[in-house]
């Protein structure tokens, strides 16, 4: 079971982006995410008539590693790690700290 999903709220721990917030929009593979608004670089474009895309230089958002992200506790205001707890024979994402279930409106 994945412990990060896409649509999770998740904060930076390390990297030029620390302390910041955003949404995971997709998981790329196993170990990497790309979140709304984190990581993004500056990527050079030839035009290509082809396809009709103009050249320039384009905003992009790149994927960042699982382990330099942790979700987002509102209850605490901080990241948390997750962990995975036997429900009435479902899995549910618990936060480590409270076990609380991960999405439960506080």
Do not use: C
Not at 12 to 32: E, M, S
Not at 45 to 69: A, C, L, W
């Amino acid at each position: 079971m994945e412990k990060i999903r896409k649509g999770d709220e998740v904060i930076i721990l390390t990297g030029r982006d620390k302390n910041r917030r955003g949404t995971v929009i997709q998981r790329v593979d196993a170990d990497h995410v790309i979140v709304e608004g984190i990581n993004v670089v500056k990527k050079h474009t030839r035009p290509n008539p082809m396809q009709g895309t103009p050249g320039g230089i384009i905003d992009k958002t790149m994927p960042i590693h699982i382990s330099n992200v942790a979700i987002f506790n509102p209850a605490t205001g901080k990241g948390e790690r997750v962990g995975i707890k036997v429900e009435e024979g479902r899995k549910v994402r618990v936060f480590r700290s409270s076990g609380e279930p991960v999405g439960a409106k506080a």
